[in-house]
């Protein structure tokens, strides 16, 4: 479908927004089978460019007065592991079901079968020393060369064989509006190089706030003997991300805003943006499941 045939319409809606910013990012991505390759439309920008605006100022509001009290490696650390939010994964361990464990997973793919490419974008964008570092931690991302080995990969291996639909975006019609702006916000944050601090805050949250929710999903997963695949995903991250956490936080973090500290701010806004959403996906699941 060529650019110039899609109506014109704004979004009557927050949700319509990030719907149609998702479906403009996507272009980024892979793209859609049936649309042309037209991701740098300026219709399309103008577009996606006011929505993108809109998004980033309602989470710059919600992080007004709540973001960690510096850049610091060790602070930002502290403020990932003292964060309060309810646990999906402790939840997954102890008490859901299989059937919500399902769901979880199938909304959870979205990112997952992507997984560490919006963060891709950051590297050249950053000063030698974060840029090594990130390409570092990426290499791991990616399978360390080996495409059996890509965690996107292992993620889709554990849909299928948990019969899940594993075609990258198969859930988007299903998926909440929680799960709209976390992804649009890491692709967002991605794209645009004024953005690069937030980003790699974001990262230093995701990777800080891995490992034990890893372990804790696959203990939960064997708990409800579901497929091996599934559990082998969250296996993979327990000991990487523990180990990505300190790099994200010491030398891809520290080292940008040792070398651009105008950014500090940025990165502890990542943080918080990376543990907030978290957190309002966990409270819009347990109200679903009236758990």
Not at 240 to 258: K, P
Request: proline share 5%; hydrophobic share 40%; glycine share 6%.
């Amino acid at each position: 479908m060529p650019w110039d045939r899609v109506p014109k319409v704004s979004p009557s809606s927050a949700e319509d927004g990030l719907l149609t910013v998702w479906i403009a990012h996507e272009l980024h991505h892979r793209g859609f089978a049936d649309v042309e390759d037209a991701e740098w439309t300026p219709e399309l920008i103008t577009v996606r460019n006011r929505v993108e605006r809109e998004l980033e100022a309602r989470l710059r509001e919600r992080a007004e007065g709540r973001l960690p009290e510096s850049a610091e490696p060790d602070v930002l650390l502290d403020y990932v592991r003292a964060d309060e939010g309810r646990s999906l994964a402790e939840f997954v361990q102890r008490a859901a079901t299989a059937d919500q464990v399902r769901e979880l997973l199938w909304f959870r793919s979205v990112y997952h079968l992507k997984e560490a490419d919006p963060t891709a974008w950051t590297i050249p964008r950053l000063p030698g020393p974060s840029r090594a570092a990130l390409a570092e931690l990426q290499y791991d991302e990616y399978g360390g060369g080996r495409p059996e080995r890509l965690h996107a990969q292992l993620f889709a291996d554990g849909m299928r064989a948990m019969g899940l639909d594993a075609r990258e975006n198969a859930a988007i019609d299903d998926v909440p509006v929680e799960v709209l702006e976390m992804n649009v916000t890491l692709t967002m944050f991605g794209l645009q190089r004024r953005l690069r601090g937030a980003a790699v805050g974001h990262l230093v949250a995701f990777e800080a706030s891995s490992s034990g929710p890893s372990r804790r999903m696959s203990r939960g997963l064997r708990r409800l003997g579901l497929p091996e695949e599934m559990a082998a995903y969250y296996d993979e991250h327990v000991e990487a991300d523990a180990v990505h956490e300190q790099t994200a936080a010491r030398f891809i973090a520290g080292a940008l805003v040792e070398a651009e500290p105008h950014l500090a701010e940025d990165v502890a806004f990542g943080v918080f943006t990376c543990l907030d959403q978290e957190s309002r996906f966990a409270e819009a699941m347990f109200e679903r499941w009236g758990a």
